[in-house]
């Protein structure tokens, strides 16, 4: 069973599910319902990874509220190890989701004790923990990806980073990653890419990989599938059809099962497919952590053939 830290954000998601449409400004419309849901880019891929049969645990920040404990037993549930999620002065982040009836979503995420993750705290997990991979994303100070990427790189521990929430990202401090992983989005906010297609998906990932070397930079595109780029690869790997519910998680779902495929068997191709599988199941279902498959559903899904 690989070992995974789990370096990111938890949140509590406000799901609201739209009866049409989102508004436009000025706009008001009506939702058929709202629910309290676990979230958060760092756990999701906590749980998604957890699901997939990683020993992981989860580096973090929550604030001393009911939110906070919440979500902590969550993961706990997950059989997820909570000892370096520690308690912050500031409120515990919330994530408010709207969801069409397509599936398609629109996120506001208020970060609080999120932002309190230091660098010496990674380092520190990093220097005690004998991890076989690491998981990072954005949604944490910059200064703490960046030493997961430096302290990861110096132990020879693979990291992978889900680029997301969308943003201007400086790559170089990011040199010693093993797997790079934005969406469309995300790409063309770093290299000012659109990224509609393999041809632009590749030459957003060749410019991303002359700026912090990664042994492989795949791109999420959705319904289109994953586009990936290193070791002799430059290829895009086909989604699986399915009927969207929520988006939600989707991408998280992605990188937590590319990085533990491609860790267990270093083929990046067959990873990325397995990968893009599970998302596919995710979107069949409502909210972040709760869509999230396990490895058994996963399997019992591509066995019927979808």
């Not at 508004?23 to 979230?39: D, H, I, K, L």
Request: net charge neutral.
């Amino acid at each position: 069973m690989n070992r995974v830290l789990c370096v990111g954000s938890v949140n509590m998601d406000l799901v609201i599910s739209l009866k049409e449409k989102a508004p436009a400004g000025g706009e008001t419309v009506f939702a058929s319902e709202y629910r309290y849901v676990p979230g958060g880019k760092g756990a999701n891929q906590a749980v998604a990874a957890a699901r997939m049969g990683g020993a992981v645990t989860f580096l973090g920040r929550i604030g001393r509220d009911e939110n906070g404990k919440a979500l902590r037993n969550g993961l706990e549930r997950e059989g997820i190890d909570t000892l370096l999620l520690e308690e912050s002065d500031r409120p515990t982040g919330l994530a408010a989701i709207q969801v069409e009836p397509s599936g398609q979503n629109r996120i506001i995420v208020i970060s609080g004790a999120n932002m309190t993750l230091t660098a010496a705290a990674v380092t520190d997990a990093l220097k005690h923990g004998g991890y076989d991979c690491v998981l990072v994303g954005l949604e944490v100070p910059l200064e703490a990806v960046h030493a997961a990427c430096r302290e990861g790189a110096a132990r020879g521990i693979p990291v992978v980073l889900d680029a997301g929430p969308a943003m201007k990202l400086d790559l170089e401090p990011l040199r010693g990653l093993t797997i790079l992983s934005p969406n469309e989005s995300e790409a063309q906010a770093i290299c000012g890419i659109p990224v509609t297609d393999a041809a632009s998906a590749r030459r957003a990932a060749e410019w991303m990989a002359q700026r912090c070397s990664p042994a492989f930079v795949v791109i999420k595109m959705g319904g289109k599938g994953a586009f990936v780029f290193g070791k002799g690869l430059a290829e895009m790997i086909p989604a699986y059809p399915c009927e969207p519910v929520d988006s939600t998680a989707a991408g998280d779902c992605f990188t937590a099962v590319l990085a533990l495929e491609y860790i267990a068997s270093g083929d990046m191709r067959a990873a990325a497919s397995y990968a893009c599988a599970a998302a596919a199941l995710s979107v069949t279902r409502p909210g972040a952590q709760p869509s999230l498959p396990t490895r058994k559903e996963v399997d019992a899904w591509l066995r019927r053939g979808v």
